[in-house]
C-alpha cells in the first residue's frame, strides 16, 4: 500500500508562483500525475510523468507556466507551477499507478487507473 503526501500548497497574488511536491512510501515505476478540483467542478487532469523515463504531458490550460519532474531517489513528484492566475485555484492532489510501461501522454489519458492519491493541498491565487 503506497501513501502520498502533499505540500506547498498556499496563497499567492496572480502572477506569483507555487512548488508542490508529493512524497511517496515507497518507489513506483509507473505513471504519476497532478489533478486539481475547484468548488462546484469536476477534477481535471493538469501534469502527468511516466517515472520509467520521465517523460510528461500537461494540460491545454498549464502549458509554458507549469512543470512537472520526478526524484527517483527521493520518491517524490514536483509541480512547479509559475504565472499562477485565479483560474488555477483549486485544491491540487497527486496520484499514481504501477505500469512496466508507458509515456507521460499515456499517463493522462488513462486518468482512470490512478489509484494510489494524496489527501490535497490548496492552492489559492488573489488577483
Known amino acids: 500500500q503506497v501513501q502520498l503526501v502533499e505540500s506547498g500548497g498556499g496563497s499567492v497574488q496572480a502572477g506569483g508562483s507555487l512548488r508542490l511536491s508529493c512524497a511517496a512510501s515507497?518507489?513506483?515505476?509507473?505513471?504519476k500525475g497532478w489533478f486539481r478540483q475547484a468548488p462546484g467542478k469536476e477534477r481535471e487532469g493538469v501534469a502527468t510523468?511516466?517515472?520509467?523515463?520521465?517523460?510528461?504531458y500537461y494540460a491545454d490550460s498549464v502549458k509554458g507556466r507549469f512543470t512537472i519532474s520526478h526524484d527517483n531517489a527521493k520518491n517524490t513528484v514536483y509541480l512547479q507551477m509559475n504565472s499562477l492566475q485565479p483560474e488555477d485555484a483549486a485544491m491540487y492532489y497527486c496520484?499514481?499507478?504501477?505500469?512496466?510501461?508507458?509515456?507521460?501522454?499515456?499517463?493522462?489519458?488513462?486518468?482512470?487507473?490512478?489509484?494510489?492519491w494524496g489527501q490535497g493541498t490548496q492552492v489559492t491565487v488573489s488577483s
Open positions: 510523468i511516466y517515472t520509467g523515463d520521465g517523460s510528461t
Open positions: 496520484a499514481a499507478y504501477r505500469s512496466r510501461g508507458g509515456s507521460g501522454g499515456g499517463c493522462f489519458v488513462t486518468q482512470y487507473r490512478y489509484n494510489y
Open positions: 515507497d518507489y513506483i515505476r509507473g505513471c
